[in-house]
């Protein structure tokens, strides 16, 4: 039986993708304006039509047309586009053109003809006046012919087996005459957390999520490369187990990567001023460092919410990265991963600001994974597991600058006042990953 073919707009490097081929979905197609998250799409899902595009004016057609899906019926569209207005006393807050993008999904939902769709937003949109946005939002998919889930619901990562606290309003629709989705009941606790479920199982905490993994300190290669080969690893937690696919269930319901576990991937070092170590060292585990503001992770506890900071169009702000609650550092880029719920297999941008932005700005895929989960049920569908191994994309893909990456989609390079890759000394050591990394049934 053929799966179930989704469509991912505002797709970022893919953390909802992710979920929903996890859960059993077919992600045909991933719509995305920025060409670094392109490309490292592209990388992860090489079978994924990858559509360098703004939502602004896009048609249906050109989608169906570039994943060749002909008629085929879309059973899921699902993304998170940006809003930012606020509301104004006598106006719609819809009408605020910096909620444009907003519109452009619902439009693109109803020409897709898709039977169901998933929203999500930020928490801030469930309070105060931000709400009447939401009513509206509401309204304007009933008019084009779907039922939402009400009320609607703001899930949290942690009580997804996420050892992050990230909350997310999510919306949940249907065409009418379909079976509007169910919210998916928390299935962990968050670690030490007081407001416990009952019944639930303690979710995996910051140490269970990285304690396998080895100090990228060690390794003086990670100052020039994001990669390196390791003779060993530490004892995994079953949460990070999953995350090296050490387990039968690691793949879930998605297809298989053809990759290299041998190597430690996304974990280019950071270079701290012994200052600043000493200041992390002597912060306590849980609270915030005061210069820096900088968080220290909590062994026995979960991560604060990972952020993305801003894109070179607007300022190139890089959000902290928290302390490693073992060592006085940030956390490498694949530890952050490890924190929002990425197989190790999943690889980022290899310049460490990229690679932080990608998984700021993501779903983490259990949380995706869970409410996709919810739509296939929906559709009274039963997800079949996935044997045949899929090789992964080019990985000059993840070395890419933003022109480079723009060339490669054939779109304009976007505005942008930061790229923190240049010099002919890199670009040789990608070369040499290329080859070295091509990779190989394992």
């Given at each position: 039986m053929a799966r179930p073919i989704a469509i991912d707009l505002f797709a970022g490097a893919g953390g909802m993708s992710l979920g929903f081929e996890q859960a059993g979905f077919d992600v045909a197609a991933a719509v995305e304006v920025d060409p670094i998250h392109c490309a490292v799409h592209e990388y992860n899902f090489p079978r994924t039509a990858v559509i360098c595009s703004s939502v602004v004016g896009l048609t249906a057609e050109r989608i169906r047309r570039e994943a060749r899906l002909a008629d085929a019926e879309v059973a899921c569209v699902f993304g998170g586009p940006p809003c930012q207005g606020f509301s104004l006393i006598g106006h719609r807050v819809l009408d605020d053109p910096r909620n444009s993008l907003v519109l452009e999904f619902v439009r693109l939902v109803g020409e897709l003809k898709a039977r169901f769709f998933v929203f999500e937003n930020v928490k801030g949109l469930t309070v105060g006046s931000q709400r009447q946005f939401l009513s509206e939002l509401v309204g304007a998919f009933e008019q084009i012919g779907y039922e939402v889930r009400l009320p609607w619901q703001v899930l949290n990562s942690a009580n997804y087996g996420v050892p992050q606290s990230r909350e997310r309003l999510i919306l949940l629709g249907a065409r009418k005459g379909c079976r509007v989705p169910e919210y998916p009941a928390p299935q962990t606790n968050r670690a030490g957390s007081r407001k416990l479920l009952p019944n639930l199982p303690i979710g995996p905490t910051c140490g269970e999520a990285l304690g396998d993994l080895p100090d990228a300190d060690r390794f003086t290669s990670l100052l020039?490369?994001?990669?390196?080969?390791?003779?060993?690893?530490?004892?995994?937690?079953?949460?990070?187990?999953?995350?090296?696919?050490?387990?039968?269930?690691?793949?879930?319901?998605?297809?298989?990567?053809?990759?290299?576990?041998?190597?430690?991937?996304?974990?280019?070092?950071?270079?701290?001023?012994?200052?600043?170590?000493?200041?992390?060292?002597?912060?306590?585990?849980?609270?915030?460092?005061?210069?820096?503001?900088?968080?220290?992770?909590p062994e026995h506890g979960v991560s604060n919410t990972l952020r993305a900071g801003t894109d070179g169009a607007r300022g190139a702000f890089t959000s902290p990265r928290p302390i490693h609650y073992k060592y006085p550092r940030c956390v490498t880029v694949r530890e952050m991963a490890r924190l929002h719920g990425f197989p190790d297999w999943f690889r980022l941008h290899a310049t460490k600001w990229h690679g932080a932005r990608q998984i700021g700005n993501a779903v983490p895929p259990p949380l995706a994974r869970a409410i996709a989960t919810g739509v296939m049920q929906s559709m009274r569908i039963a997800p079949a597991r996935i044997s045949q191994p899929l090789p992964l994309g080019d990985p000059n893909l993840l070395h890419m600058e933003m022109s480079e990456a723009a060339e490669h989609f054939g779109v304009e390079k976007p505005d942008s006042r930061r790229d923190r890759k240049s010099g002919a000394k890199k670009r040789k050591q990608h070369e040499i990953e290329a080859v070295r990394l091509r990779l190989v049934k394992v």
């Open positions: 020039e490369s994001d990669h390196q080969r390791i003779s060993r690893y530490g004892k995994p937690s079953p949460y990070a187990a999953e995350l090296r696919c050490l387990t039968n269930d690691a793949w879930h319901f998605g297809h298989p990567r053809e990759w290299r576990p041998e190597y430690l991937t996304s974990s280019a070092r950071t270079t701290h001023t012994d200052i600043s170590r000493e200041r992390f060292a002597r912060t306590e585990q849980g609270d915030v460092e005061p210069i820096s503001r900088f968080f220290r992770l």
